[in-house]
């Protein structure tokens, strides 16, 4: 039997494509090689937000293509929402630029067309689901949920309206009438940190994984109350989880939109612009990292618990939280006041 050839065109195109395949490779390398890579943090230095991203940015450029540099520029301001909005005004949307963000500030978007809308962003990840909580230092004298709530104020800070500090204050204030008075204005947790330590607040709302060790360790603090269904094994089993204080299920409803935005606790985000083939080199680079042994060694040697969301996942996430109906918009708003 006479074997088949190819037509001269079709063998021409046959021939090309390992070439094309090679140079598409060659170009993306290429790209990477010798730039630089900033993570913009929307707090400033010492934070939780900070130590998260000083950390992926020591390992994220080895796993990308071209191997570039990777820096972290703080850029506080309006509970991180500077940092976003650089993002949409004069940052490169090369895929250069990753911006770390407070994903309080997606409540903050709900029904109000002017401000970002996070579902336009494009996701790398996030590191972390976070864990948050309330809580009062000893020096308060609350311990408890229940003590907390009988006393006639009960003094904790923010960054701004939109952080999650404030959204978990919010709660507290409009969803349970506590007696709680938030003082914003704060650059980042580690500065409210310090006015805890200094009396000048009583207590704080927070990520678990970013409250000092020696604070949990040597009982400096209470937990008064948890904002996700996860308990890390070494919070006591007495704090409540806030859906279970919930007396109707228009609470638990508000709280389960209130609580979404814990789930994306640590976030990369890139501009919409970006192009789309380094979307997913970051994304393979933010994943590969994850399994990095010297990424994980850092990470367990600085306390930093690592529950990551892949950007596909984090991105239906975001899809959940805008496809809430109208009317619970705006019960969550009227609890964001």
């Known amino acids: 039997m006479k074997a088949r050839t190819l037509c001269p065109a079709i063998a021409a195109i046959a021939a090309l494509l390992p070439v094309a395949a090679a140079q598409q490779t060659l170009a993306q390398d290429s790209f990477y090689k010798g730039k630089t890579v900033t993570i913009v943090v929307g707090y400033s230095a010492g934070g939780g937000y ?13 796993h990308i293509l071209g191997m570039p540099t990777v820096i972290v520029q703080n850029m506080p301001g309006a509970a991180s929402m500077t940092a976003v909005r650089y993002l949409d005004a004069t940052a490169p949307k090369d895929g250069t630029v990753i911006t770390t963000f407070d994903p309080g500030l997606i409540l903050e978007s709900f029904g109000e067309p002017s401000k970002p809308q996070f579902s336009n962003y494009q996701w790398i990840g996030t590191l972390l689901r976070d864990i ?8 308060s004298g609350i311990k408890t949920w229940d003590q907390m709530m009988k006393r006639k104020e009960f003094l904790i800070g923010n960054t ?9 204050g919010a709660i507290l204030r409009n969803v349970f009438h506590a007696p709680v008075r938030q003082i914003s204005g704060y650059p980042g947790s580690n500065e409210q940190r310090l006015a805890l330590e200094r009396g000048e607040l009583e207590g704080n709302c ?28 070494d919070m006591p089993e007495s704090v409540p989880f806030v859906n279970d204080l919930a007396s ?17 606790g640590r976030p990369f985000i890139v501009a919409k612009q970006a192009p789309a083939d380094r979307v997913k080199m970051l994304r393979d680079a933010f994943e590969a990292t994850l399994k990095d042994k010297q990424f994980l060694a850092e990470a367990q040697k600085q306390n930093l618990l690592l529950d990551p969301v892949s950007g596909e996942e984090a991105e239906k996430i975001i899809a959940r939280m805008y496809s809430a109906p109208p009317e619970l918009v705006k019960k969550v708003k009227d609890a964001l006041e």
Not at 50 to 62: P, S, T, W
Not at 132 to 139: E, G, K, L
Not at 160 to 168: D, E, I, L
Not at 248 to 264: F, R, V
């Open 50 to 62: 900070d130590q998260y991203a000083r950390l992926m940015a020591r390992h994220l450029g080895k």
């Open 132 to 139: 948050r909580i309330c809580y009062a230092s000893t020096a």
């Open 160 to 168: 701004a309206k939109g952080s999650n500090a404030y959204v978990n």
């Open 206 to 233: 927070g990520s678990w994984t970013a409250i000092p060790q020696d604070w949990i360790v040597n009982h400096k603090i209470d937990a008064l109350v948890r904002f996700s269904p996860k308990r890390p094994v």
């Open 248 to 264: 109707t299920q228009e609470q638990k409803d508000i709280l389960d939109i209130l609580n979404a935005s814990g789930e994306l």
